[in-house]
């Protein structure tokens, strides 16, 4: 019989369930042993995140955060807002099978995306809520209409997804503000790195707002937000906030991505005076590409996203649910 393998990082193999962020995981080891299938919890290899193809063995592996490929081989992932997966073959976040995809607003139904888009924001933005943890004393004083830069940490350098590095881009929103103050906050996990790119900066003269504030405090004053491929974008969508990009992502359709240095001030102005349809974009995204581990057709919906991978009921040996 098929077995289907879960690869989690190590720290998480004795504790995570009931991990808000591993929520995925149990849940799909439940449904499918409940249902009669032969699941295993295995240390994800180091192997399993540098981008390399993997050997077919019949099984089906679910990898944590992987980086890899091959037929049998799946990839999960928080998809930038908490309660929202990648899982898919190709890989995840900036490699996931989304960035095939372009938005379309004719897709979507305006109500439903409204009242989506809402839900959302109650649950995030009016909570002041995001991934990682926030500052939850008052907000301190920012400047209005800021250009709001989110750093990402290492990884993403790493693994190549950034078309220029963290003191260049940082160096590029200062050059071309226009007048606008820009704020910056390095990423929670990673503040040195960050932090080294800021310094940087400012050696050259330019001025720069350091800020470890709330993520939602710095978008209820920003005019537009700028990062690698953050989540931050989408918790910008949240406040109508058009998103910049400087690196390859999935979602690239609903924001202005800079290839060099010398696209930026046209993506600004671009990003700036364009239409954007959030609610939509919102909807689109997380309702086409993800699963909502809180969604009542979860079941249903992972069921045939391993259907497509080539793992339907019966190779998995499912009983009827």
Not at 98 to 122: C, E, K, N
Not at 240 to 262: K, M, N, Q, W
Not at 268 to 276: D, E, N
Request: net charge positive; proline share 5%.
């Amino acid at each position: 019989m098929t077995e289907v393998v879960l690869h989690l990082a190590r720290p998480d193999l004795a504790a995570y369930r009931g991990k808000p962020g591993r929520a995925l995981y149990p849940m799909v080891h439940d449904l499918l042993q409940d249902r009669g299938a032969r699941v295993r919890v295995v240390a994800r290899s180091n192997a399993l995140m540098k981008g390399r193809p993997v050997d077919p063995d019949g099984d089906l592996h679910i990898v944590e955060t992987g980086w890899c490929y091959g037929r049998g081989w799946m990839s999960a992932a928080t998809a930038y807002l908490e309660g929202f997966w990648h899982l898919g073959e190709e890989g995840v976040l900036a490699n996931s099978p989304a960035r095939h995809d372009i938005f379309d607003p004719g897709q979507v139904s305006q109500g439903a995306a409204q009242d989506f888009a809402q839900t959302l924001r109650a649950r995030f933005s009016q909570a002041r809520r995001s991934r990682y943890r926030q500052q939850r004393r008052a907000p301190e004083t920012l400047p209005k209409e800021a250009i709001a830069v989110f750093l990402q940490g290492p990884t993403t350098y790493r693994r190549e997804q950034a078309f220029v590095s963290a003191a260049q881009m940082l160096r590029l929103v200062a050059e071309h503000a226009g007048g606008r103050p820009v704020v910056v906050k390095a990423h929670p996990l990673t503040p040195e790195f960050g932090r080294a790119a800021i310094a940087k900066v400012r050696a050259k003269g330019f001025d720069l707002i350091e800020t470890e504030a709330n993520v939602h405090d710095i978008l209820a004053q920003a005019a537009v937000t700028v990062s690698v491929n953050s989540a931050v974008a989408f918790e910008g969508f949240l406040h109508d906030l058009p998103a910049i990009l400087f690196g390859r992502s999935d979602f690239h359709s609903l924001s202005e991505t800079v290839l060099e240095a010398a696209d930026y001030p046209q993506a600004l102005t671009r990003a700036l005076t364009r239409t954007w349809d959030f609610p939509a974009m919102l909807y689109w995204y997380f309702n086409r590409h993800t699963l909502a581990t809180e969604a009542s057709d979860f079941n249903e919906r992972l069921l045939a996203q391993l259907a497509r991978a080539g793992f339907d009921a019966a190779r998995l040996g499912l009983r009827a649910g």
